[in-house]
């Protein structure tokens, strides 16, 4: 089955959002933002398309804290970074960036041009599945990093920088929680399509 990783640095998020916002588009100064964006990829060998599976769950990426290995992965890391500014007795945000780089991990078929063409035109119809799955959760954390942006730079003056520090990371927690909740919905709303696929394979 396909899965998702998330990977969470200490980091401030924002305020929580509904799934059907969630690829709205939220202003963002490009200056306080960055996304970069990796793809890596592991190698496995199959004679037969039936073995597919079974081997990519032997040498794909490890998901989890019990390091169960997975088709593919999406995996975010972010970090941010804010400047004070004093004014009228309290403490506000003066700037705030926010820094997120997205890893996907996709399987790449070692021996594609020793298959038949039947066995290898299955295969890319597979990786596009799995390629385009990966993009989506790529989607939701390119929102999470702008909306992140977008709400520290709003945060509201506290009495004291401690105490704005301390509502940020409530914030923090809340958006991060949404992230997660929403990434499994992905999930859960592929899951019958993902199932079906992986049946597919393992018949050959």
Not at 14 to 35: G, Q
Not at 113 to 130: D, G
């Amino acid at each position: 089955m396909l899965q998702y990783c998330l990977f969470r640095l200490p980091a401030i998020l924002a305020l929580a959002i509904t799934f059907l916002i969630a690829h709205a588009n939220v202003p963002v100064n490009a200056m306080d933002l960055s996304i970069k964006t990796r793809t890596k990829f592991y190698s496995f060998r199959a004679k037969k398309f039936h073995q597919v599976s079974r081997q990519m769950l032997r040498y794909g990426p490890s998901f989890g804290r019990n390091g169960r290995r997975v088709w593919a992965k999406a995996k975010r890391e972010y970090d941010w970074k804010l400047t004070y500014l004093r004014s009228n007795g309290k403490c506000a945000v003066k700037h705030a960036e926010v820094r997120m780089k997205i890893t996907y991990t996709l399987p790449r078929l070692e021996n594609e041009r020793q298959v038949s063409h039947r066995f290898r035109s299955k295969w890319k119809q597979v990786y596009n599945i799995l390629h385009r799955h990966e993009l989506r959760h790529g989607r939701n954390y390119k929102f999470l990093a702008k909306k992140l942006t977008h709400d520290l730079q709003r945060l509201k003056p506290q009495r004291n920088c401690f105490a704005l520090k301390r509502s940020a990371r409530r914030l923090d927690d809340k958006l991060h929680n949404q992230d997660i909740r929403r990434n499994r919905r992905l999930e859960s709303g592929e899951r019958r399509r993902l199932t079906r696929l992986q049946r597919r394979i393992e018949r050959g």
